[in-house]
């Protein structure tokens, strides 16, 4: 169930303008000179819309893709005032996008309207980076495995090309908390993703599952033991460089 390419995703969130092209520059700098496989790993960093053409044009390294971190649903063009659609994304030069976060989801975003953006993110030959996560109540309530089940079930499509799309599971009451989940429970979830998606949707191999919520340069070390992750959602520490590549230093420690 270990796949051999680990993820590290910065989600930049609404943070950034022109002149933090020089965070992507120095991180592109500090990777370089990491003594680990860059074979094995991929690093997408999520910035805001604004950002995207220019640091896809800038960035002339193949370590780095850019990504975007939400959509429209509908696919091309349209009558959505304040919106942009996975085509427009792409065609500046995002090649990843977040969709299902949870601070989306808690401004309105539905499992319904989450398959949608998927679907035409997909189209518009985005790699998707699904988020599911539950809350802190439906964990208390020992409903974790349903609730993402349910997330799972209602925004992910047997017809879609799974080749593209990486699940995060990012519990909500982790994001930017500081609080991370205990490594057999995160164990226990990241297995029931992998297992429950080739099942329900009949895939020829399980998904990539990666991790996100307050993971640091710190607590890698309790994440890597878990192999069966496929890599991590970074909010916080993917804007420091020496902190996200410390992440990945750290993780191969
Ligand atoms: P965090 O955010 O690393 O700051 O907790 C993760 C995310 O929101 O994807």
Redesign the pocket.
Known sequence: MTNKIKYFIG?W?MFGDFRSFKIVLKIHQLYSRLLVSKNNNKIVLCVPNTLISIFANKIKSKFIKIGAQDCHYHEKFGPYTGKISANMLKNVGAEYI?LG???NRHDGDTNLQIKKKIESALKANLKVIF?VGETYKQKKNKKTFISIKKQILESIDKKFNFNNILI?Y?PVW????GRIPKSLELNQVIKFIKKESKKLFKMKKYPFVLY????NDKNISIFSAITEIDGF??????QTPKKFIDIIKNYYK
């Open positions: 989600n969130k977040i976060h949870s601070e988020c995060a990012e982790s994001i930017g908390s996100g919520g307050s993971v959602l970074i909010g916080g520490a993917s």
